[in-house]
């Protein structure tokens, strides 16, 4: 069939109306959890199949694999490992706070290790799921037709606690996402009954009650007030989370630390191995040794290189460079009871919450009030039988249709003589009066209360509370679940860059470029030509600490940048410079310096143009450089020398095959550029630059290493102004032994 007359915007309007339903399908049936009972569908429907299984806490376990099998068999089909990631998720105590499934077998453990296969594992209910489904037969929540139209599933579950609180949550969504932390549940429970209590309060109110997230693993939480109320105000921000530790003392001087507390969702094998990175690569040396001494409970033993180490400064330098402080981070986005996602603030979740419970309390009680209503018609039929019990007995036993005839004759309703047929003969005989008014008389009490508890809001604000303690009473800190894992208290930071002078390496070493491009580096500075390693092809000398950057120009205009550090030692030939970095076909590196802030360098190309720029421009982060300086067709990045004070002037060195010039002016002619090409400094007129050196008025010049006056020359002559050609300039062997230092990374100095 051929389509025709459809224009742009048709077919715009109908992509994006696609592309909706898609997204609100993630955000509602897989990524955001309800706001009520704090769960995802896959979660419901785990809970719910188990408890259709009869997977109660007091019944046996059954296989995961057939937990799995129910859920993506009748309510939705899920692919059957991410229903068993989940299910194995709700079992995990390290991952969970108040575990909705009590696991058998290898659950998976907080190394990062997966659990075992779900035909191995089993399961069922905890006492925290029987909260979660209490009163799901009462009437109490809607159900919705499942995938295929055969069963129904609850679109949400009455849930007596918070538990999008209590055990948090976190998924990403299309163009949103929800991170959620668990939180004590007692705390809650107490902050949910005061606002029962207390509508208009505010949120400040609610946090003196609730003190922060409660993580299953412990840890430290640092009380930032300010942070805590911004977070749970807005409904975004974050918590900084430590590790928990105490030194033990060994005697002599001598002791240990030992970590018995790692942050939430850190894989702790992983942490180790960071650590133990740290002191192969010797990037902290305050750590002597890592041992991972931990059972069932944690214990991740640290050794200093020392006794002197202040323990403090140690843990703060692990706290800075790995996973034992992190950074929690709120993002309370939640469906509500529409199912529409909304950012929501402390309040905002508890308020809904406590609006979820009304209605199950309201649901609730019309469902009792409902049978209470039909047990007592039914009583009130059996009464009608003891009176008439042996003319009923004879119309059963005798009538073709003893139904009609029963409600002819006595007037019973159809609820009435379906309960008096439904009895055996037996029971008939067996009705006492006496009972069925005791009976009568209970339910009418019932139905009184029941109908006044509808009626009344202070009644059901009572019930609500009675509801709320009884959560407390089972999962409070007098329970078997304990009081808060989570500490809360004020972290004692180490200015950053007092700890990272602690962590320096103050080993000297030195850098080395040949002109074939091999990087050599060495422990110590190698500054003479004698040097047995320094061969006649090296013709790039650069000295500093391990701890400091390293400056590397290319004939291209690039900059690159390397810590001390991440050189690669003890190799004879050296590396690559291809190794640490991604150079084009010809570029070569033409000087290398060490870096320091705010220094003023000149960048000058063959052709004779250049500008200053400041070393912080210098410095990039990437394997394939930084481009400062453009050049021109047929030119290249020569030179880049350094400003000291007491310069004002730039001596520049030409030579060609006839004859060699020389240029001297001052240096407030050069401007100052982040990056680009600069202004012509000098004329080349067919020669080439050989170099050039920023000197002062003394205009002397020096051997670099040696530092003895190689003679004076005078100078004065090749003074002229920018853009010049220059004078010529005999080629005496002083000028010959001048161009050599040149060549050797000699310099002309002040």
Do not use: W
């Not at 919705?144 to 055990?167: C, H, I, M, Q, W």
């Not at 409904?235 to 989370?241: C, I, V, Y």
């Amino acid at each position: 069939m051929k389509i025709t007359n459809i224009t742009e915007d048709q077919l715009r309007n109908q992509f994006a109306k696609k592309y909706l339903a898609y997204a609100l399908s993630t955000i509602t049936q897989r990524a955001l959890p309800d706001v009520r009972d704090g769960l995802k569908p896959v979660h419901r429907r785990l809970i719910y199949a188990m408890y259709l299984l009869d997977l109660s806490p007091k019944s046996s376990f059954k296989k995961s694999a057939r937990v799995v099998g129910d859920v993506i068999g009748k309510f939705h089909p899920h692919g059957d490992q991410s229903v068993y990631d989940a299910l194995v998720r709700l079992a995990q105590d390290f991952s969970t706070k108040y575990t909705l499934i009590n696991g058998q077998g290898n659950f998976g453990n907080i190394d990062g290790d997966n659990a075992a296969a779900m035909r191995y594992t089993e399961t069922k209910l905890t006492l925290v799921s029987e909260f979660l489904l209490k009163d799901i037969d009462s009437d109490t929540v809607d159900f919705r037709k499942t995938y295929d139209g055969e069963l129904s599933e609850p679109t949400v579950l009455p849930s007596a606690f918070p538990n999008l609180l209590a055990n948090g949550s976190s998924g990403i969504a299309v163009g949103m996402a929800t991170n959620i932390p668990p939180h004590n549940l007692e705390e809650i429970c107490l902050a949910l009954k005061y606002l029962n209590n207390h509508k208009d309060c505010s949120i400040k109110d609610l946090l003196k009650i609730i003190k922060g997230p409660d993580f299953p693993t412990g840890g430290i939480l640092n009380l930032d007030k300010n942070e805590i109320v911004k977070a749970y105000t807005t409904g975004r921000g974050f918590f900084e989370l430590r590790a928990k530790y105490k030194i033990e003392d060994l005697g002599k001087g001598q002791y240990q630390i030992s970590i018995n507390q790692i942050p939430y969702q850190v894989n702790k094998s992983k942490l180790i191995e960071k650590i133990a990175d740290l002191i192969i690569n010797k990037k902290n040396k305050l750590i002597d040794n890592v041992i991972d001494e931990s059972d069932e409970n944690i214990r991740i033993v640290i050794r200093p290189k020392n006794r002197n180490i202040d323990p403090v400064i140690l843990m703060n330098s692990l706290y800075q460079q790995t996973e034992l402080e992190v950074k929690f981070f709120l993002n309370m986005n939640v469906l509500n009871h529409k199912l529409e996602p909304k950012v929501m603030t402390i309040k905002e979740v508890l308020s809904n919450f406590l609006k979820h419970r009304y209605v199950i309390l309201g649901r609730k009680s019309k469902f009792a009030l409902n049978k209470i209503n039909l047990r007592l018609e039914i009583l009130k039929g059996f009464l009608i039988v003891f009176k008439h019990l042996n003319n009923i007995i004879k119309i059963i036993r005798n009538s073709n249709n003893p139904k009609n005839e029963l409600i002819k004759k006595y007037r019973f309703t159809e609820n009435q003589v379906n309960a008096i047929l439904d009895m055996k003969l037996r029971g008939l005989r067996k009705i006492e009066e006496k009972e069925i008014e005791d009976e009568n008389s209970k339910l009418l009490n019932s139905k009184k209360f029941l109908t006044k508890l509808l009626g009344s809001k202070l009644l059901q604000k009572k019930e609500i509370d009675k509801e709320i303690e009884e959560v407390i009473f089972h999962f409070g800190e007098q329970s078997t679940y304990g009081p808060r894992k989570t500490q809360i208290e004020k972290f004692n930071k180490i200015n950053t860059e007092e700890l990272n002078e602690e962590l320096k390496s103050t080993d000297p070493i030195s850098v080395t470029i040949s002109r074939n491009g091999f990087l050599k580096s060495r422990i110590g500075y190698s500054l003479c030509k004698t040097d047995k390693d320094f061969a006649e092809n090296e013709y790039i000398i650069a000295n500093g600490k391990k701890s400091e950057k390293f400056i590397f120009l290319s004939s291209f205009g690039k900059s690159y940048t390397l810590e001390g550090e991440n050189f690669i030692f003890g190799s004879q030939k050296g590396k690559p410079f291809s190794s640490y970095f991604s150079l084009t076909d010809n570029e070569q590196i033409i000087d290398v310096f060490l870096y320091k802030e705010n220094e003023k360098i000149l960048l000058c190309s063959n052709n004779g143009f250049g500008f200053f720029i400041n070393s912080n421009n210098l410095v990039s982060n990437k394997k394939s450089g930084k481009k400062v300086f453009k050049t021109k067709k047929n030119d290249f990045l020569h030179s880049a020398t350094k400003y000291g004070e007491g310069n004002n002037n730039l001596l520049v060195l030409l030579k060609s095959q006839k004859e060699a010039r020389a240029l001297i002016f001052d240096i407030k002619e050069i401007p100052e550029q982040e990056k680009g090409t600069g202004i012509i400094l000098f004329k080349s007129k067919g020669s080439s630059l050989l170099a050039m050196t920023l000197i002062s008025k003394k205009l002397e010049v020096s051997d670099n290493y040696s530092n003895s006056i190689m003679g004076k020359l005078n100078l004065k002559k090749f003074i002229s102004s920018r853009a010049k050609a220059g004078k010529i300039i005999k080629l005496d062997s002083l000028f010959s032994s001048i161009s050599r230092g040149f060549e050797n990374n000699y310099k002309l100095i002040q």
